[in-house]
């Protein structure tokens, strides 16, 4: 069976507010093989850590470099960029070369954005956050394969991000096959929904609750 890596979505976000040093640090002393983190640029152009689009901007934020030095050594770093500015990704692309970071994956659901990632940092695993709504009550198997397939080539990704439920075992061996690297989210801390994820050869899973890293 499959052992996905568990990556805390936002951090320990259990006991901490999401986002945090606190909730990062939790994670990875609680046993995450990484963490996931969300940034945007702020008014000085730095890359900082907070979820939403609409972010208070009088409000001081953990930056993306203090997470670098301070957790890089630690795991698994999955940063999704919520940014619309390229600028952003030069920003990270200049931090991945200062701090010589290798166990990283940039990932976005702004699907145009993403083939800037490859474009500035070539080298850069990159994952498409691909939206259940864009597969339609009418697709065939072999019609969702297609579009699964169709996004990822046009993304230029390497791993791809599905809901759970969409996954098939014909879905994931002609990925695996195809070279890309599978990726799911796990809300709760729920054993038959990781060991469904485990059967089904995903990589690696975000995780809501750090109840799950005692499963």
């Known amino acids: ?10 951090g320990n976000t259990k006991n901490f507010p999401e986002n ?3 909730a990062f640090k939790s994670a990875f002393d609680l046993g995450a093989d990484g963490i996931e983190c969300d940034v945007h640029l702020d008014d000085k152009q730095n890359v900082i850590i907070v979820h939403n689009y609409t972010f208070d901007r009088t409000q001081t934020y953990l930056t993306l470099e203090e997470l670098i030095k301070t957790f890089s050594h630690r795991g698994r770093l999955e940063i999704e960029i919520k940014s619309f500015d390229p600028v952003c990704i030069e920003k990270i692309s200049n931090l991945i070369t200062q701090y010589n970071l290798s166990d990283y994956n940039l990932t976005s659901s702004i699907l145009p954005l993403l083939p800037n990632i490859k474009a500035i940092i070539p080298t850069a695993t990159t994952g498409m956050i691909f939206r259940s709504n864009l597969l339609e009550d009418w697709m065939t198997p072999d019609v969702v394969l297609l579009f699964l397939k169709g996004y990822l ?3 230029k990704c390497n791993i791809l991000h599905l809901d759970q439920d969409k996954y098939t075992p014909e879905i994931v061996e002609e990925l695996h096959n195809q070279g890309y690297k599978l990726h799911s989210h796990l809300k709760t801390a729920d054993k038959s929904l990781l060991n469904q994820a485990r059967e089904l ?3 690696e899973c975000t995780f809501d609750d750090v ?3 005692k499963l």
Not at 1 to 6: G, Y
């Open 1 to 10: 069976m499959n052992t996905a890596l568990l990556i805390a979505h936002r």
């Open 20 to 22: 945090t040093f606190e």
């Open 153 to 155: 080539s046009l993304t």
């Open 201 to 203: 050869g995903i990589d």
């Open 211 to 213: 109840e799950i890293l």
